[in-house]
């Protein structure tokens, strides 16, 4: 038989093998091959689970501030807008992302989610990258890269827009960043340790805490890839690698220097020792510890959506003893594993540091068990214990110090008291156990998910903004509506005047007209406190009684009338109202206090508003137009307010 018709017995599976073997043969052929589907379940157990949460919530706060902000500037106004510092941060990708969603998809919380969730699934992947890159993909990643993926730590800066906005790319960032000084040291191309300075100027545009990766990839490298003395191993460090500092410096000086001149500083004085302590004592033991381990479990709600880590004294005490006991139990086995800790716990003292001396100054230290804080700690703090328990693999151009075990490990096992209980146990497979801690550790963590959902999915800002939509879509054509403040559950006072009504709807297409100063409308309508549409009563000072008879109050003709109030109001701005009786269509000039407005006034039985501003006690008018003349004995100046039952 020819041998272009024989089969070989040992020939390689084509197409159609690999095809009709199944998933599980493919699975079973390389280790690898499970743990990235182990790691791909995973992801899509974390993307469902916060999905879950996420599209229950809606904007709160600082989301309206931007979205009002994007509905009024372009693209290319880069001083006004893009470079415009908000609460002392610089944000300029982050802004560019909130204008294209708000002129895409305005006031749509659905669409936020979505984008939300793939930074998050790529933030998910390029940490698994990173550990698959140092550690290799054995099973025991799984139970670092669970624990990064649920940890309720990063949830809140996920959840609230205006945190993500920040978070989500910093943490991108920061991952891809060791990603590459990692894939550089191992593979000693120059051009893939520069990539990591540029993913780091990549998140400096969504957050200025991204300048945080220099030191971490810096200490990263001293302490694990140098040897010797601290003077050492900079030395060391330096001439090996001159070129990517060099890299990364070029981004960060200029960024830092442009940050100190241009970014306004809160300027408040700093944090008094003892809340110094507190913000740290807060942070480690109510949120940090438990959070590694799938807590806090329990919340404290604060403001109107959302929550801060709130653990019993059980699962503080708990938590605390297992974190410890775990750093300390891997120092004690293995040499240089407390390299890892030191790398985990610095950035986290520096975080906490910052944090210190800018928001816990005018917040207080319990600003310490608020996670959106120190989300990006996580990254650092899994990070840090995988490299205090596992060694790194594979070929390197600059190798690792690897953990070595200590002596008194072999010397304790090797007894014989050890060897019989080691005897009567029953043998576990290591993917038995990884099996066991991930599970153990996605249950903690979604408890706490589930939870912090009680508290983040009562938002009054959704039902207030979709009974105003609903309201504003069967309203009559061409309303004018009152530009009031918001209810304080809505957007509170402290983001004026962003909390105006109008910038809440303003990225709306097909919003209303909003009564301004010194303009006038015939009829006007009000928000209540649920978002309704209702008429507008105005509660103030009424003028007083005109003296013309048979009900006519005051006429308005050819000569300047005065209308005087019962009293004079404060400074303030107030909404005129008139109803009045015209022969005929008019025009006339309206003074009142620091506003002079040109009004139109229609025949037969009208009302009118006018905005106005100052302390008034009299309603000054012109002449009128043409030969009407005008009735009035229902004028007054004051607040709006809206009639309840009514419609406009």
């Excluded at 442009?258 to 020792?273: C, H, N, Q, T």
């Excluded at 959506?305 to 120092?331: E, N, Q, R, W």
């Excluded at 709306?508 to 009000?526: E, M, N, V």
Aim: some cysteine.
């Amino acid at each position: 038989m020819p041998a272009s018709l024989g089969v070989r017995s040992d020939a390689a599976p084509g197409p159609t093998d690999i095809r009709r073997r199944g998933p599980r043969s493919w699975l079973g052929g390389d280790p690898a091959r499970r743990v990235a589907a182990v790691a791909a379940i995973l992801l899509a157990l974390q993307a469902g689970l916060r999905a879950w949460v996420g599209y229950r919530g809606f904007f709160f706060l600082d989301d309206f501030a931007f979205t009002g902000r994007a509905a009024q500037h372009s693209l290319s106004d880069l001083h006004g807008y893009l470079l415009l510092p908000y609460n002392s941060h610089l944000m300029p990708g982050a802004f560019v992302e909130v204008w294209v969603l708000t002129a895409l998809w305005p006031l749509n919380f659905a669409a936020v989610v979505t984008l939300n969730l793939v930074l998050q699934a790529l933030v998910g992947f390029a940490f698994y990258r990173l550990l698959r890159e140092l550690f290799g993909a054995r099973p025991a990643i799984l139970v670092p890269f669970a624990v990064f993926l649920f940890t309720p730590i990063t949830l809140p800066a996920f959840l609230w827009w205006a945190a993500a906005l920040n978070q989500l790319p910093q943490q991108l960032a920061m991952i891809t960043a060791l990603w590459c000084h990692t894939r550089y040291l191992r593979t000693g191309r120059v051009r893939v340790g520069v990539l990591g300075a540029v993913a780091t100027m990549g998140g400096l545009l969504f957050s200025e805490k991204t300048i945080l990766t220099v030191p971490l990839v810096a200490g990263f490298t001293l302490l694990w890839f140098a040897d010797g003395s601290l003077p050492r191993r900079v030395l060391t460090a330096w001439r090996a690698h001159w070129r990517v500092w060099l890299a990364y410096l070029a981004v960060s000086l200029p960024y830092a220097a442009y940050y100190l001149l241009e970014v306004p500083s809160p300027g408040r004085p700093p944090a008094s020792g003892n809340d110094i302590v507190q913000l740290f004592g807060s942070s480690f033991g109510h949120a940090l510890d438990p959070g590694l381990l799938g807590g806090p479990w329990s919340w404290r709600q604060i403001g109107f959506a959302g929550a801060l880590a709130d653990p019993g004294k059980l699962s503080t005490y708990v938590a605390g003893v297992t974190v410890v006991g775990f750093v300390a139990a891997s120092i004690a086995w293995h040499r240089r594993a407390v390299y890892g800790w030191l790398m985990a716990l610095g950035y986290t003292v520096l975080t906490l540091a910052l944090l210190a001396g800018s928001r816990a100054t005018f917040i207080g230290p319990f600003i310490g068990n608020e996670y959106r804080y120190v989300t990006d700690v996580a990254v650092v703090a899994v990070l840090g214990a995988t490299l205090a328990v596992l060694r790194p693999v594979g070929t390197w151009v600059t190798p690792p110090l690897l953990l070595e075990r200590r002596s008194w490990p072999h010397r304790f096992t090797g007894t014989q008291v050890i060897r019989d209980v080691r005897d009567v146990l029953p043998r576990v497979r290591p993917a038995v156990l990884v099996a066991v801690a991930v599970a153990a550790f996605v249950a903690s963590a979604a408890t706490s998910t589930v939870r912090y959902d009680r508290y983040w999915s009562i938002n009054p800002a959704r039902p207030y903004v979709a009974t105003l939509r609903s309201s504003l879509a069967l309203a009559p054509r061409g309303v004018v509506v009152y530009d009031q403040e918001v209810p304080a559950e809505v957007a509170w006072a402290l983001l004026n005047p962003y909390n105006l009504l109008s910038n809440l709807v303003g990225p709306l297409p097909d919003g209303p007209r909003f009564l301004k100063l010194g303009q006038s409308a015939a009829s006007l309508a009000i928000t209540d406190s649920k978002g309704h549409l209702r008429r507008t009563a105005i509660v103030g000072m009424a003028a007083i009684p005109g003296p013309v008879l048979n009900g006519c109050g005051w006429l308005l003709g050819s000569e300047p009338v005065h209308i005087p109030l019962v009293q004079q109001t404060f400074p303030w701005t107030w909404v005129l109202h008139m109803a009045y009786n015209a022969s005929a269509d008019t025009t006339a000039t309206m003074h009142a206090g620091a506003t002079t407005a040109t009004v139109s006034l229609s025949r037969g039985l009208h009302e009118i508003y006018v905005e106005v501003a100052g302390a008034i006690d009299t309603v000054d008018f012109s002449p009128l137009s043409g030969d009407a003349t005008v009735c009035t004995s229902d004028l007054s100046v004051g607040r709006p307010e809206p009639l309840d039952g009514t419609a406009p």
